[in-house]
C-alpha cells in the first residue's frame, strides 16, 4: 500500500525552529515529487513547494520562498519540513503529498498540526 | 501566478440533487492541467479529478470534470449523504500550483 507517514502534533513558542517530517513507503520514493501544503485554520489549501528526494532538487513557491526549508533522506525515505524561527502566524496543518511529475498530488499524508504560541 | 476563483463559496442542495462546481482562471491553464480535490472535516483532501475529465482511481462516475482554458466544472450527479464537504481546484500546469478557495457543499 503506498502511503506517507507524517510525525505528530507541534506545540512551539515563537521564534523556535522545528523539523516535520513525511516518510513514504510502498512505492518508488526516489522516483516522485513530495509536495508541501499548507492549511492555515478554517482557510484553504496552499502549495509550498516540492523536492525530489532522487537528487533533492527543490522548487518553492515564491510566497514560501525563504519562510521555509524542503529538505529530504532518500536513505530513509522521509522528506521534511523545517522553519528557522516559528512566527504565531505559521499556526496551521501541513500535509505532505506525493506529486507525480504531471503534477498530479495523488496521495496525501494525514497531516501534521503545528501550533506556535506563547 | 495563476489565480483560481471557484463559485460559488457555498452551495446548499439536497441528497439526490446534481451539483455544479465552478473554477476559474485568470489565465489559461496549460494542457488542461487541472485537478478536483474533496476535503472532509478533519481528513486529507483526496484527489477526484486529474486533467480536467480524469477520474482518480476508485473515483465512482457520479463524479465528472469538463473544461479548458481558463472555465472548468466538477459536476456532481445524484448527492449522497458523503459527499457533502470542501471542494477545491489545482492548476498543475505553471509553477506554483495554485489552488482555489474552494466551495463548501453543504446539505439544504
Known amino acids: 500500500e503506498v502511503q506517507l507517514v507524517q510525525s505528530g502534533a507541534e506545540v512551539k513558542k515563537p521564534g523556535e525552529s522545528l523539523k516535520i517530517s513525511c516518510k513514504g513507503s510502498?512505492?518508488?520514493?526516489?522516483?516522485?515529487?513530495i509536495g508541501w501544503v499548507r492549511q492555515m485554520p478554517g482557510k484553504g489549501l496552499e502549495w509550498m513547494g516540492i523536492?525530489?528526494?532522487?537528487?533533492?532538487?527543490?522548487r518553492y513557491s515564491p510566497s514560501f520562498q525563504g519562510q521555509v526549508t524542503i529538505s529530504a533522506d532518500k536513505s530513509i525515505s522521509t522528506a521534511y519540513l523545517q522553519w528557522s524561527s516559528l512566527k504565531a502566524s505559521d499556526t496551521a496543518m501541513f500535509y505532505c503529498a506525493r506529486q507525480h511529475d504531471s503534477g498530479i498530488m495523488d496521495v496525501w499524508g494525514q497531516g501534521t498540526t503545528v501550533t506556535v504560541s506563547s | 501566478e495563476i489565480v483560481l476563483t471557484q463559485s460559488p463559496g457555498t452551495l446548499s442542495l439536497s441528497p439526490g440533487e446534481r451539483a455544479t462546481l465552478s473554477c476559474r482562471a485568470s489565465?489559461?491553464?496549460?494542457?488542461?492541467?487541472l485537478a478536483w480535490y474533496q476535503q472532509k472535516p478533519g481528513q486529507a483532501p483526496r484527489l477526484l479529478i486529474y486533467?480536467?475529465?480524469s477520474r482518480a482511481t476508485g473515483i465512482p462516475d457520479k463524479f465528472s470534470g469538463s473544461g479548458s482554458g481558463t472555465d472548468f466544472t466538477l459536476t456532481i450527479s445524484r448527492l449522497e449523504p458523503e459527499d457533502f464537504a470542501v471542494y477545491y481546484c489545482?492548476?498543475?500546469?505553471?509553477?506554483?500550483?495554485?489552488f482555489g478557495q474552494g466551495t463548501k457543499l453543504e446539505i439544504k
Open positions: 523536492i525530489y528526494p532522487g537528487d533533492s532538487d527543490t
Open positions: 486533467g480536467t475529465s
Open positions: 510502498g512505492y518508488s520514493f526516489t522516483s516522485n515529487w
Open positions: 489545482q492548476q498543475y500546469g505553471s509553477s506554483p500550483y495554485t
Open positions: 489565465q489559461s491553464v496549460s494542457s488542461s492541467y
